[in-house]
Each structure stands twice: as structure tokens, then as C-alpha cells.
């Protein structure tokens, strides 16, 4: 079985960064994408960032010039740096990965979440 670990979450002034980390541990043969979502009260779950194996990346554009994403393949983990956080940030944070496991000859590709941290942005 595969488990999405994150940590990194808390309580933050307007302004101030938090980094977020993943890692992903099991029988895990390769990870293709990694993302970040994140769910407000009373709102849908968004994506925040992705990044592919290759290391391309997309941002949404509310956070774009304040949050990057990255990867560390050695570790199975990516990260989720967010610099001049404002209250409208404030929402659980999911890890999602693609993992891809062997079966039989191959690997199959399976959706994995974490359990989400807390960000509170607020004065």
C-alpha cells in the first residue's frame, strides 16, 4: 500500500511562507505527477500546483509569483513553498500523487491522497 505523509501546515501572519512537504512511501515503482489542492470551508477542492516527473509545472493563477512547487525523486516527496500568504490561502492542503505499481510484467497507475494539513493565514 502507498501513503502520502505531509506535513508543514499551521498558523501564519499576512505575508509570511510556509513550506509544505509530501512523501510518498510504499511498494512504489515510479511516481508520475504530484499536486497540490487545497478546500476552503464551504468551497470545492482546487488545484494549487502540479509538477510532472520531468519537472513541469503549473501553478493556479492566484498563486503564481507567491507559491512553487518541487520535487525530490530520490525521496518520493515534493514541496509546496508559499511566500506572502494572504487570509484568502487559508484551507486544508492535499497531497495528491500518480503512482505506478507493478503488476504482473507492468506497472498500473493509481490516484493517491494525503490526509491534509491546515493553513490559517490570519492576524
Known amino acids: 500500500q502507498v501513503q502520502l505523509v505531509e506535513s508543514g501546515g499551521g498558523l501564519v501572519q499576512p505575508g509570511g511562507s510556509l513550506r509544505l512537504s509530501c512523501a510518498a512511501s510504499g511498494s512504489i515503482f515510479s511516481i508520475d505527477a504530484m499536486g497540490w489542492y487545497r478546500q476552503a470551508p464551504g468551497k470545492e477542492r482546487e488545484l494549487v500546483a502540479s509538477?510532472?516527473?520531468?519537472?513541469?509545472?503549473r501553478h493556479v493563477d492566484s498563486v503564481k509569483g507567491r507559491f512553487t512547487i518541487s520535487r525530490d525523486n530520490a525521496k518520493n516527496t515534493t514541496y509546496l513553498q508559499m511566500n506572502s500568504l494572504k487570509p484568502e490561502d487559508t484551507a486544508v492542503y492535499y497531497c495528491?500523487?500518480?503512482?505506478?505499481?507493478?503488476?504482473?510484467?507492468?506497472?498500473?497507475?493509481?490516484?493517491?491522497w494525503g490526509q491534509g494539513t491546515q493553513v490559517t493565514v490570519s492576524s
Open positions: 495528491n500523487a500518480v503512482v505506478r505499481l507493478v503488476r504482473g510484467w507492468g506497472t498500473t497507475a493509481y490516484n493517491y
Open positions: 509538477i510532472t516527473s520531468g519537472d513541469s509545472t
